[in-house]
DNA sequence: CAACTTGTTTACTT
DNA sequence: AAAGTAAACAAGTT
């Protein structure tokens, strides 16, 4: 499932096939994968809206954004907001449409890239403008800050790992890179989101984009991507790890279920208490 | 076949 | 009233 890391390697990949080649056309397979506004909801969308994606067709693709887990492409004048989903992903081949091609951008020359997406969580988004790709998100979590700026942006009664999935806190963290930044932070991810103390937003100010960074590093060329780890290794610390031995301090890794999703944590390495 | 996955919305509870 | 929690939902894979 794409996190930031993921979505950051698609738009790099995407900047590279498009961007300075002009459109010939534009394929809309999956009428409900372009949507007038992020939402879960599928709707049939309205035909000015559909009319105005297509007339990407002629026009350069100009540029490429990203601000967490949403990217953007510029055609033209206009901005499209790409959201992977669950199941998002690219392909650049020729004009057969993939298994799930919801959207197609044909380059001059005929190469079609297409956004794929199985589950169709994701979707196609018109922006008003470039700076709309923020909106109601907190800052990247590419970006570094310092511990206050980042214990700023938190408070209440919520566990620290519940808080750092809001988006509209901190932009990009998912549940995987939640997990490992709090492991490589040494906090107990239940721990209530006020009561973390000032060194412990410092030296988690420093882990999540480190973490960030150290995943994106690693992540393999676009073509290898595959979303569902399928018995292959797992390469993270603590995530999907319920019972396995820390490799810091060998304690036995727990897991637990917050806001729905499961935490995995080491109470050897994140203490309950400070 | 039930569990699992993300992000959003809706409906409750504190 | 506001903040927080939980469930539902979109749809497919394992």
Redesign the pocket.
């Known amino acids: 499932?794409?996190?930031l890391p993921e979505v950051e390697t698609w738009r790099r990949a995407l900047h590279g096939w498009m961007v300075g080649r002009r459109l010939s056309a534009i394929h809309v397979l999956e009428p409900?994968s372009v949507r007038a506004?992020?939402?879960?909801?599928?709707s049939p969308p309205a035909p000015s809206l559909l009319r105005s994606i297509e007339a990407g067709a002629g026009c350069e693709v100009v540029g490429t954004d990203r601000h967490?887990?949403?990217m953007a492409i510029q055609v033209g004048d206009a901005w499209w907001l790409v959201?992977l989903?669950?199941?998002g992903r690219f392909e650049r081949s020729g004009s057969e449409a993939p298994?799930?091609a919801r959207v197609g951008w044909e380059l001059d020359g005929g190469e079609v890239v297409w956004f794929r997406d199985?589950?169709?969580?994701g979707g196609v988004v018109p922006l008003g403008a470039r700076g709309d790709l923020a909106d109601?998100l907190g800052p990247d979590a590419l970006h570094t800050l310092d511990g206050p700026q980042l214990s700023r942006r938190f408070?209440?009664?919520?566990?620290v790992k519940?808080?750092l999935?809001d988006?509209?806190c901190l932009a990009?963290?998912?549940?995987?890179h939640a997990a490992e930044a709090l492991w490589r932070a040494g906090i107990d991810p239940r721990r209530?989101?006020?009561e973390v103390p000032p060194d412990a937003w410092e030296r988690l100010a420093a882990a999540i984009p480190a973490q960030l960074h150290d995943a994106l590093a690693e992540m393999p060329s676009v073509e290898d991507f595959v979303y569902?780890t399928?018995?292959g290794d797992n390469p993270f610390a603590v995530y999907?790890r319920a019972d396995e031995p820390c490799r810091r301090c060998a304690t036995s890794i727990q897991r637990v279920?917050?806001?729905?999703?499961?935490t995995f944590w080491c109470p050897g390495c994140q203490p309950a208490s400070p």
């Open positions: 499932m794409p996190e409900t506004t992020l939402s879960t909801r599928p967490g887990k949403r959201h989903g669950m199941t298994p799930h199985a589950r169709r969580f109601g408070s209440g009664r919520r566990a519940v808080a999935l988006q509209g990009g963290l998912g549940n995987i209530p989101v006020g569902v399928d018995g999907g279920v917050q806001g729905g999703r499961s």
